[in-house]
C-alpha cells in the first residue's frame, strides 16, 4: 500500500468515526454539539472543529439555527452503514463472551477494515 493510499484510509476512518459520532450523539440527545462530540471521541474540541469544518466542506454535515451539527443525507448514509457494521461485529463478539470493551474497539476496527460486498456476503452467510 502506498503512503497516499494509507492517508486515504486513515482519513476515511476518521470521517465514519465522526459520522458515527455524530449519529449516535444525535439519537441520544437529539442534536449534536462540537463538545459531545469531543467528549466522546476523547479529543480537543478544536481537533473536533477541524475535522467538522472538512466534514462540512465535503458535504456530509451541516450546522442548523442554533449551531448544532446535523448529518446530510450523503452523511447519514455513511453514518447508517459503519454503525450497522459495528453493531453487527459489535453483537456477534459479545454473543462469543468478549467482555464489551473489547468487543466495541474490535468492532470499531472491524468496521473499517472489511468491504461493503464482504460484509453483505458475511450477513448472508451468519443469517442476519
Given at each position: 500500500m502506498t503512503k497516499a493510499e494509507?492517508?486515504?484510509v486513515i482519513k476515511d476512518e476518521t470521517?465514519?468515526?465522526?459520522?458515527?459520532?455524530?449519529?449516535?450523539?444525535?439519537?441520544?440527545?437529539?442534536?449534536?454539539?462540537?463538545c459531545d462530540i469531543a467528549k466522546r471521541l476523547g479529543v480537543s474540541k478544536p481537533t473536533v472543529?477541524?475535522?467538522?469544518?472538512?466534514?462540512?466542506?465535503e458535504g456530509y454535515i451541516?450546522?442548523?439555527e442554533e449551531n448544532r451539527i446535523c448529518l446530510t443525507r450523503k452523511g447519514k448514509v455513511i453514518a447508517n452503514d459503519i454503525s450497522e457494521k459495528f453493531l453487527f461485529f459489535r453483537?456477534?463478539?459479545?454473543?462469543?463472551?468478549?467482555?464489551?470493551q473489547t468487543a466495541e474497539e474490535d468492532a470499531?476496527?472491524?468496521e473499517h477494515?472489511?468491504?461493503?460486498?464482504?460484509?453483505?456476503?458475511?450477513?448472508?452467510?451468519?443469517?442476519?
Open positions: 494509507k492517508q486515504k470521517r465514519d468515526n465522526y459520522l458515527k459520532t455524530i449519529k449516535l450523539t444525535m439519537t441520544e440527545n437529539g442534536c449534536a454539539r462540537a472543529s477541524v475535522h467538522l469544518r472538512h466534514l462540512e466542506d451541516y450546522r442548523n453483537e456477534i463478539l459479545m454473543s462469543l463472551d468478549i467482555d464489551e470499531c476496527r472491524m477494515a472489511l468491504s461493503d460486498k464482504s460484509f453483505v456476503s458475511l450477513k448472508k452467510y451468519i443469517g442476519k
